[in-house]
């Protein structure tokens, strides 16, 4: 089991940055790939973006390649999502994700530990 703790949202106005995090706690970190998802209003859950546990290899959705960087620090156990040139349409409760695999996925089903989401505001 790991818990997950994402922090770091909240307003920012179009083409501004944020930078959220997740923190996990209850297991060992360094075993479980690492994503974000995000549901935009009245909307369903998408990827964002995750990276495999040892940080080798990285993957994102066609919205946010070039803006967006996934990254982790195994020694915090924390990971993290840097959001550059933002727009109205990231506006979005993000949610960070965890599997105990090498492999990690695009679709919500293949994630089976989700933290409670953390609120992203755009202002155009």
């Known amino acids: 089991q790991v818990q997950l703790v994402e922090s770091g949202g909240g307003l920012v106005q179009a083409g501004g940055s944020l930078r959220l995090s997740c923190a996990a706690s209850?297991?060992?970190?360094?075993?479980?790939?690492m994503g974000w998802f995000r549901q935009l209003p009245g909307k369903e859950r998408e990827f964002v973006a995750a990276?495999?546990?040892?940080?080798?290899?990285?993957y994102y959705a066609d919205s946010v390649k070039g803006r967006f960087t996934i990254s982790r620090d195994n020694a915090k156990n924390t990971v993290y999502l840097q959001m550059n040139s933002l727009k109205p349409e990231d506006t979005a409760v993000y949610y960070c994700?965890?599997?105990?695999?090498?492999?990690?996925?695009?679709?919500?089903?293949?994630?089976?530990?989700w933290g409670q989401g953390t609120q992203v505001t755009v202002s155009s």
């Open positions: 994700v965890a599997r105990g695999t090498l492999e990690v996925y695009r679709t919500i089903s293949s994630w089976p530990y």
């Open positions: 209850g297991s060992i970190f360094s075993s479980y790939g």
């Open positions: 990276i495999r546990r040892n940080g080798d290899y990285t």
